[in-house]
T-cell receptor, first 113, second 116 residues
Framework: DGGITQSPKYLFRKEGQNVTLSCEQN?????MYWYRQDPGQGLRLIYY???????QKGDIAEGYSVSREKKESFPLTVTSAQKNPTAFYLC????????????FGPGTRLTVL | AQKVTQAQTEISVVEKEDVTLDCVYE???????LFWYKQPPSGELVFLIR??????QNEISGRYSWNFQKSTSSFNFTITASQVVDSAVYFC?????????????FGKGTKLSVIP
């Protein structure tokens, strides 16, 4: 079955720790995205990548980092510099092209203790 | 600037009622697409429809229908005979302006609760 997997589903982090969220897709999509969702805020773009070894900042990139070493994988690291990291994180992918729909993973809920 | 407004934050309806979710957008593009996504309680966004700005005909898919009106910059979504399984947050989205950009601008979503 083709799709997007995110792990873990729930993640707890102590303040001051970095944590990495995994996102893998087997849809052969070139583009991948990370969104953050807070209650009542909709989805906000953190980073996106349109091709391997290249990525761009979205609207709220501060305190986050990404890598895109393989087409299938786009991990997101939430660093200690992120002031309020508790949120629901969604990964998505799409085929190349501006108007292609994005397909989403099941999400990771990160809670900072 | 791109903007998507979903003015209805939350809507509650009784099962079998019809309900319309509003989406108003702003774009400087002359050609564009619009999207609707559904986010059930499980959290994963599910793609519902993509619509080309050239095509203003209403789209119907089962109990779902979409009314695109370029003159009012609206792309409204109607669920006929709502069911409890329709309970979810629904997002309208619009691609960023500019060639080569794959980003989407999402509205803040409308939470629909269908009461049995």
């Amino acid at each position: 079955d083709g799709g997007i997997t995110q792990s873990p589903k729930y993640l707890f982090r102590k303040e001051g720790q970095n944590v990495t969220l995994s996102c893998e897709q087997n849809l052969n999509h070139d583009a991948m995205y990370w969104y953050r969702q807070d209650p009542g805020q909709g989805l906000r773009l953190i980073y996106y990548s349109q091709i391997v070894n290249d990525f761009q900042k979205g609207d709220i990139a501060e305190g986050y980092s990404v890598s895109r070493e393989k087409k299938e994988s786009f991990p997101l690291t939430v660093t200690s510099a992120q002031k309020n990291p508790t949120a629901f994180y969604l990964c998505a992918s799409s085929s190349s092209g501006r108007y292609n729909e994005q397909f989403f993973g099941p999400g990771t809920r990160l809670t900072v203790l | 600037a791109q903007k998507v407004t979903q003015a209805q934050t939350e809507i509650s309806v009784v099962e079998k009622e019809d309900v319309t979710l509003d989406c108003v957008y702003e774009t400087r593009d002359t050609t564009y697409y619009l999207f609707w996504y559904k986010q059930p309680p499980s959290g994963e966004l599910v793609f519902l429809i993509r619509r080309n700005s050239f095509d203003e005909q209403n789209e119907i898919s089962g109990r779902y229908s979409w009314n695109f009106q370029k003159s009012t910059s609206s792309f409204n979504f109607t669920i006929t005979a709502s069911q409890v399984v329709d309970s979810a947050v629904y997002f309208c989205a619009l691609p960023f302006s500019g060639a080569g950009s794959y980003q989407l601008t999402f509205g803040k979503g409308t939470k629909l609760s269908v009461i049995p």
